[in-house]
């Protein structure tokens, strides 16, 4: 740098833990806001533009807008995934034949591979008889896990979910107006929907 130049200086505004796609994993952040300076001297003299507040991963440098904070950390989504999955089946069983032992099973098998592996039938029991599938934990459910999938996820979760649906045969309008349900939580445009749901039907007709 000569005599006269341009400087960045930047201000730490906060910090905390964030899932840094560079780095594939949950790292620490700190956030700042900065300025560029016209230096004489090495001494800045006149402030010029700001930058952007923006989020800085500690360990690669990477930076990202602040928008990346509202995408939970991989902890908070390993939280959140057998949850929504319990909420998305149980949606579709009580729409259902929640009695029918091939929709039971299907049911099963969507929380366990979501992670609750010691998830069994009278945990099912319990959980159908616990609340009513519209209620406000249901739909923050899915909307937390929601903004943890990233495309193509929401659809292929939305496929497990008609499964449930299909596994004692053809959706029943009830089972489908449950499928565009947990659809419209999951952000997915009743254009999609259909197109997930239609897809699913003719695979499981196929298989
Ligand atoms: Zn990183």
């Known amino acids: 740098m000569g005599l006269v130049g341009l400087r960045l200086y930047f201000r730490t ?19 700042c806001t900065g300025r560029r300076w016209f230096q004489v001297l090495w001494i800045p003299v006149i402030p010029l533009e700001r930058i952007a507040e923006h989020v800085q991963c500690r360990i690669c440098r990477t930076t990202y807008r602040l ?3 509202s995408i939970p950390t991989s902890a908070a989504m390993q ?3 057998p949850a929504g999955a319990l909420a998305a089946v149980t949606i579709m069983l ?8 091939a929709a039971r099973g299907r049911a099963i098998d969507v929380v366990q ?13 319990a959980d159908l ?25 929401p659809e292929w979760f939305l496929a497990d979910a008609v499964r449930v649906g299909l596994a004692d045969g053809r959706l029943s309008d009830s089972e489908r107006s449950a499928a565009r349900l947990i659809a419209g939580h999951l952000g997915l445009s009743a254009e999609r ?15």
Do not use: F
């Open 129 to 153: 008889a616990a609340a009513p599938g519209r209620d406000a934990a249901t739909a923050a459910s899915l909307a937390t896990l929601a903004i943890q999938l990233t495309m193509p996820a």
């Open 193 to 207: 929907a259909h197109g997930v749901i239609a897809m699913t039907e003719e695979s499981a007709a196929a298989g």
């Open 113 to 125: 591979a979501a992670g609750l592996t010691g998830y069994d039938d009278a945990a099912l029991t």
């Open 13 to 31: 505004t906060g910090h905390g833990m964030v899932h840094c796609y560079r780095c594939g994993g949950d790292r620490p952040y700190r956030r």
């Open 67 to 69: 928008e990346v904070l």
């Open 94 to 101: 009580r729409a259902g034949d929640a009695a029918s032992p």
């Open 79 to 81: 939280a959140a995934l």
